[in-house]
């Protein structure tokens, strides 16, 4: 089993940045990939920013640009810098990872984007 715990999120204005942190403990073999999704209330749940052990970025058009994802394999820990914070970035935002071939997702975290 494979916990992950979010922090991070919040209350901003728009133009403003943050930044979101997921930590994974507990029985870890190796996590090849890490991600960010968000999902807003009543729409599918979309990838945002997506990182290898490696270090292979890949990122959701809407983001490109302004989100930047990183990850500390030491500390097992994923974040996501966010700049330039418009309101449709408001959503619930989701740490997720693979590890031994199953999936898991962290509990959210609430970022609103408002003036």
């Known amino acids: 089993q494979v916990q992950l715990v979010e922090s991070g999120g919040g209350l901003v204005q728009p133009g403003e940045s943050l930044r979101l942190s997921c930590a994974a403990s507990?029985?870890?073999?190796?996590?090849?990939?890490m991600a960010w999704y968000r999902q807003v209330l009543g729409k599918q749940r979309e990838l945002v920013a997506i990182?290898?052990?490696?270090?292979?970025?890949n990122y959701a058009d809407s983001v490109k640009g302004r989100f930047t994802i990183s990850r500390d394999n030491a500390k097992n820990t994923v974040y996501l810098q966010m700049s330039s914070l418009t309101p449709d970035d408001t959503a619930v935002y989701y740490c997720?990872?693979?590890?031994?071939?199953?999936?898991?997702w962290g509990q959210g975290t609430q970022v609103t984007v408002s003036s």
């Open positions: 990182i290898s052990d490696n270090g292979v970025t």
């Open positions: 507990g029985s870890i073999f190796r996590l090849y990939v």
């Open positions: 997720w990872t693979q590890n031994r071939g199953y999936a898991y």
